[in-house]
């Protein structure tokens, strides 16, 4: 008899993770997993508690895969970054982008730790230097606003065709300065 393969916690995330790129996170069941990766359901189990916990670790590998299209851009001003990868994370991921962002669930809800992560990234960029923490955090929820809006309409495909990635990254560049810009005269105040 042939030894039974193993599967990875990795493995049963990554195909769970795919099963959300295409169906979103309803599509998820264990049946669905373990026939993705050609197993009966019992690894899954020995890895995951329930579909909830296992969803759970989908939206973080989702969280971490936008972090990684962030770290990819690196054009030296991260604030902008930011903008790019939701942009791009809404244009390849369109079915996993609307379910974390449009739909309520449990999975995604504000989290701080990833705030001060933006943040820090937020205080190596040269146009922010002099502003507070404060500054920075409000300067980020006043662009993931718009940004979030706009990866919306990206991820319905609701633009024109005229809004090329360019032209979108050209408006968030824009944004930018006026939040910039608003924040400065404010510290003058």
């Not at 599967?7 to 069941?29: M, P, S, V």
């Not at 992560?117 to 404060?134: R, W």
């Not at 929820?141 to 065709?161: K, W």
Request: charged share 30%; hydrophobic share 45%; aromatic share 8%.
């Amino acid at each position: 008899m042939a030894p039974r393969t193993k599967f990875t916690k990795d493995d049963i995330i990554n195909a769970a993770f795919n099963i959300a790129k295409e169906e979103g996170f309803d599509g998820i069941t264990i049946r669905k997993v373990a026939k993705k990766i050609g197993s009966s359901i019992a690894p899954i189990y020995v890895n995951f508690e329930d579909v909830d916990e296992l969803k759970q670790a989908v939206v973080e590998k989702a969280l971490d895969t936008a972090k990684q299209l962030f770290l990819e851009i690196n054009s030296g001003h991260p604030f902008r970054d930011i903008g790019v990868a939701s942009i791009r994370f809404a244009t390849q991921y369109s079915v996993l982008f609307r379910d974390l962002i449009m739909k309520d669930n449990p999975y995604m809800k504000h989290n701080e730790e990833n705030m001060l992560f933006v943040v820090e990234q937020m205080k190596k960029d040269p146009q922010l230097v002099g502003f507070s923490e404060d500054e920075l955090k409000s300067a980020l929820i006043r662009m993931e606003i718009f940004q979030t809006g706009l990866s919306v309409m990206v991820a319905n495909d609701l633009l024109p065709e005229k809004y090329t990635e360019e032209k979108m990254i050209a408006m968030l560049d824009h944004l930018a300065e006026d939040i910039f810009i608003a924040t400065k005269v404010r510290q003058q105040k």
